[in-house]
């Protein structure tokens, strides 16, 4: 999905809301770090972190759906990936519930066997856990997996989880991203 735009939102309405001082400029970093290094960033005036995260998980409910949308060759990468009987799952930080009713919105439910949402891991993404959860439900080994991500903390959840990681980079903000292959349009995954 296409989501930078609303992940920025749901940011800068949190922290306003919160009276968090930020810089706006790094609103691209944000998006593409943990919420915990973006807490730990920015200043937060002593609001504990829960708060912080059940406030950004509440304004990405009236946020964020209405401002995503797949890319364009979304459903058929997923098609093709599906017809060469590979299995597929998500890994979100958004809830398990939004995540299914959005893929519905759009048709692109039927394609992933498995969504891990943010309520199913006790430690989210750079940390490989759902990863691991990924691997045990398709009993896979991870040199047999990959990770197709489109931010730095997906990469490195792939890394501490031993798969390939390939980095979704439509923005072209990355020439190399350590050992992981960097593709700028899904298409890419299909050969």
């Given at each position: 999905?296409?989501?930078?735009h609303?992940?920025k939102?749901?940011?800068m309405?949190?922290?306003d809301?919160?009276g968090f001082?930020?810089?706006?400029?790094?609103?691209?970093?944000?998006?593409?770090?943990s919420l915990e290094?973006?807490?730990?960033e920015?200043?937060h005036?002593?609001v504990?972190y829960?708060r912080?995260?059940?406030d950004f998980?509440?304004?990405?409910?009236g946020t964020?759906?209405s401002?995503?949308a797949?890319?364009?060759?979304?459903e058929?990468?997923?098609k093709?990936?599906?017809d060469?009987g590979?299995?597929?799952?998500?890994?979100?930080?958004?809830?398990g519930?939004?995540?299914r009713a959005l893929?519905?919105?759009?048709?692109?439910d039927?394609y992933?066997?498995?969504?891990?949402?943010a309520e199913d891991?006790?430690?989210?993404?750079?940390?490989?856990?759902?990863?691991?959860?990924a691997?045990?439900?398709?009993?896979?080994?991870?040199e047999?997996?990959v990770?197709v991500?489109?931010?730095p903390?997906d990469m490195y959840?792939?890394?501490?989880?031993?798969?390939e990681?390939?980095?979704?980079?439509?923005?072209?903000r990355?020439?190399s991203?350590?050992d992981?292959r960097?593709v700028?349009?899904?298409?890419?995954l299909l050969?």
């Amino acid at each position: 999905m296409d989501s930078t735009h609303a992940e920025k939102m749901c940011y800068m309405g949190t922290f306003d809301r919160l009276g968090f001082s930020y810089d706006a400029s790094r609103l691209d970093a944000y998006v593409n770090q943990s919420l915990e290094a973006t807490y730990g960033e920015v200043g937060h005036g002593g609001v504990p972190y829960d708060r912080f995260v059940s406030d950004f998980m509440r304004e990405a409910q009236g946020t964020f759906d209405s401002n995503v949308a797949p890319f364009p060759e979304t459903e058929e990468v997923l098609k093709g990936i599906r017809d060469m009987g590979i299995p597929m799952c998500i890994a979100t930080r958004m809830g398990g519930r939004r995540a299914r009713a959005l893929l519905e919105s759009f048709g692109l439910d039927g394609y992933f066997d498995l969504i891990i949402g943010a309520e199913d891991v006790a430690r989210h993404k750079p940390d490989p856990e759902c990863v691991f959860k990924a691997l045990d439900f398709h009993d896979v080994r991870a040199e047999d997996a990959v990770f197709v991500g489109d931010s730095p903390k997906d990469m490195y959840a792939a890394e501490a989880g031993g798969v390939e990681g390939i980095l979704i980079d439509r923005a072209h903000r990355y020439d190399s991203f350590g050992d992981h292959r960097i593709v700028r349009d899904l298409r890419e995954l299909l050969f």
